[in-house]
Nanobody, 122 residues
Framework: QVQLEESGGGLVQAGGSLRLSCVASGRAFSNYAMAWFRQAPGKEREFVAAISWSGGSRNIADSVKGRFTISRDNAKNTVYLQMNNLKLEDTAVYFC???????????????WGQGTQVTVSS
């Protein structure tokens, strides 16, 4: 497994932007597909975006399509989530995950970070 640590969360006004980062350590980062999920209070964890090991394939949730972008830098063992035009409903804890497939299926990911809080205010 790979160890993951997220950063970059915070408080932002609606319409603003944040960039989340997730740094991996342990086994070869470039072997893994990476994803971002989020969980709002009282709700289930939901898929946000995923990227293949090479970066050549991406999968984005409809709810954030056109506003969020996932990318990775294998030389830095880091995956990013650029979030633009943030909305109140984007408020959640955001988790980074590593797995073998570029999928929205949560069970396919076997390594998880601790999460970073994103709060969008009006």
């Amino acid at each position: 497994q790979v160890q993951l640590e997220e950063s970059g969360g915070g408080l932002v006004q609606a319409g603003g932007s944040l960039r989340l980062s997730c740094v991996a350590s342990g086994r070869a980062f470039s072997n893994y597909a990476m994803a971002w999920f989020r969980q709002a209070p009282g709700k289930e964890r939901e898929f946000v975006a995923a990227i293949s090991w090479s970066g050549g394939s991406r999968n984005i949730a409809d709810s954030v399509k056109g506003r969020f972008t996932i990318s990775r830098d294998n030389a830095k063992n880091t995956v990013y989530l650029q979030m633009n035009n943030l909305k109140l409903e984007d408020t959640a804890v955001y988790f980074c995950a590593a797995g073998r497939l570029t999928t929205a299926t949560i069970a396919q990911y076997n390594s998880w970070g601790q999460g970073t809080q994103v709060t969008v205010s009006s």
